[in-house]
Nanobody, 119 residues
Framework: HVQLVESGGGSVQAGGSLRLSCAAS????????MAWFRQAPGKEREGVAS???????SYLDSVKGRFTISQGDAKNTLYLQMDSMKPEDTAMYYC??????????????RGQGTQVTVS
């Protein structure tokens, strides 16, 4: 049973930091592209960052230099370190996994999301 469970969301002031985690189970996460998506109220969902099976990372332009995607040693935990946060980072953040990058959110394995609010 494939499961992705996000945690680490919350409220933070502008300029602060949060680290999101995504616990993956029920599949070989090391063989999947993993990514973070976000969706703010009234806005389209957007891919924030991804990490491929060879470690190659990709970032949304607006988060480059501020956010870092990484995986735990066993590849079954995905992280998103968010620094120098801005109010426009406020959104529901989702973890997703697919066999290949780039991930198509609608057809990928995905979690329920964790809320991030920056004030």
């Amino acid at each position: 049973h494939v499961q992705l469970v996000e945690s680490g969301g919350g409220s933070v002031q502008a300029g602060g930091s949060l680290r999101l985690s995504c616990a993956a189970s029920g599949f070989a996460a090391s063989k999947y592209c993993m990514a973070w998506f976000r969706q703010a109220p009234g806005k389209e969902r957007e891919g924030v960052a991804s990490i491929d099976t060879d470690g190659t990372t990709s970032y949304l332009d607006s988060v480059k230099g501020r956010f870092t995607i990484s995986q735990g040693d066993a590849k079954n935990t995905l992280y998103l370190q968010m620094d120098s946060m801005k109010p426009e980072d406020t959104a529901m953040y989702y973890c997703a996994a697919e066999h290949v990058c780039p991930i198509i959110f609608e057809t990928a394995h995905r979690g329920q999301g964790t809320q991030v609010t920056v004030s």
